[in-house]
């Protein structure tokens, strides 16, 4: 409140601006401060730092396509800028414009091919256009000259954790975990390696083990929200007992205290209380996760479920309609296409 009041009465004065745009990142509250830094662009046309704290806003508030279109303008001023162009894949890539990512991602490491941080952003891009085929062949060879030339654990267990996602795509799971055990054996204390190999046993239908390793981690950091908020998503999805949801209510609501405003969270939490029936709690975390990731087609077919039970028929078609617009991600387009079908029907 102080800092709009001071800015209302000098709203030129540029640091007083950058500390408000800075406040809000702090808290979380990313469409303002999506406006703040643009406030703070307009004093500055030509800060590319200004631009990047922008677009991060713009990403974190489901503003992918507004994010790249900042970062095109930033990169021709500084069109070296190798943290640029990585956003900017995000931002491409986010905003549906999976071709554009690839390209940018493809320039990247052709012009820095000694870094593996391009290599593992175009894997990721070739993962978004489901060519997972194409990633195990980009990284074998590189993975094999890291481990050849003593590399950075860390670095190499990144790219095999990376190879194993894809190598879990194309139903190679006895190969891919033998792969992220290698990883966690090469970087111990990865916590991200060691997430990664609990979601891909959670992908290879072996639950009980995958349980153990989401525990496993939020042992070693009780604040670890992306290792609570899969746990609990996975005994919400699971369904069962009682017992087991209210657990999976709790962890996802520990995980939100640390990220409150986390949209993935949120729908988790959604989820976890509409598997319970409570559609009343259900509702607000669920609506705000699926208006701050509109192309999320696992969070638009949530919603869909969520107002289908409602009675709402038509918003849960057009939930169920964006969700197979959407990234595609982890949904049965067949399975929501017959729920379109069967709502229709009862009109």
């Known amino acids: 409140e102080t800092l709009t009041t001071l800015l209302d ?15 809000y990142d702090r808290r979380r509250q990313w469409a303002e401060a999506a406006n703040a830094w643009a406030a703070v662009q307009k004093l500055n046309q030509r800060n590319t730092e200004v ?29 070296t800028d190798v943290r640029l162009s ?17 390209a940018t991602a493809r320039a990247l490491q052709k012009a820095h091919p000694e870094d593996i941080r391009t290599l593992y952003l175009l894997a990721q891009m070739l993962e978004a256009r489901g060519r997972h085929q ?20 860390g670095q ?43 979601a891909a046993l959670d992908r290879a239908g072996r639950r009980a083990e995958a349980e153990k390793a989401f525990r496993d981690l939020i042992a070693r950091d009780p604040l670890d929200a992306n290792a609570l908020n899969y746990l609990g998503y996975m005994l919400a999805e699971r369904g069962g007992p009682a017992s087991a949801l209210e657990e999976a ?10 990220e409150p405003d986390n949209p993935s969270y949120l729908d988790s939490l959604g989820w976890a209380y509409f598997q319970q029936g409570k559609l009343a709690l259900a509702d607000p975390p669920l609506s705000t996760a699926a208006d701050r990731l509109p192309r999320n087609s696992v969070i638009q077919d ?11 028929r038509d918003a849960a078609i057009a939930a169920w309609e964006r ?19 069967a709502a229709r029907k009862l009109r």
């Open 302 to 312: 949530h919603l869909g479920d969520l107002r289908l039970k409602q009675n709402r």
């Open 86 to 102: 990585f956003m900017l894949a995000q931002a491409q890539r986010d905003s549906g414009d999976l071709e554009g990512a690839e």
């Open 323 to 341: 969700a197979l617009a959407g990234d595609g991600d982890s949904i049965d387009r067949a399975k929501i296409q017959k729920k379109i079908d």
């Open 249 to 258: 209510v709790t962890l996802i609501q520990r995980a939100l205290k640390v």
């Open 9 to 23: 009465d000098q709203p030129q004065f540029f640091r007083g601006r950058v500390q408000l745009a800075e406040l």
């Open 134 to 153: 194409e990633i195990v062949d980009l990284l074998t060879p590189e993975i094999a000259r890291q481990r050849a030339a003593n590399g950075k654990p």
């Open 51 to 79: 631009s990047a704290r922008r677009a991060t806003a713009l990403l974190n508030a489901g503003r992918a396509a507004d994010a790249r279109d900042v970062l095109r303008d930033a990169l021709k001023i500084a069109p």
């Open 156 to 198: 190499i267990a990144l790219l095999m954790s990376t190879q194993g996602l894809a190598l879990l795509q194309l139903k190679r799971n006895d190969e891919a975990l033998a792969l992220f055990r290698d990883a966690i054996a090469i970087a111990p204390d990865d916590t991200a390696v060691r997430f990664q190999f609990g």
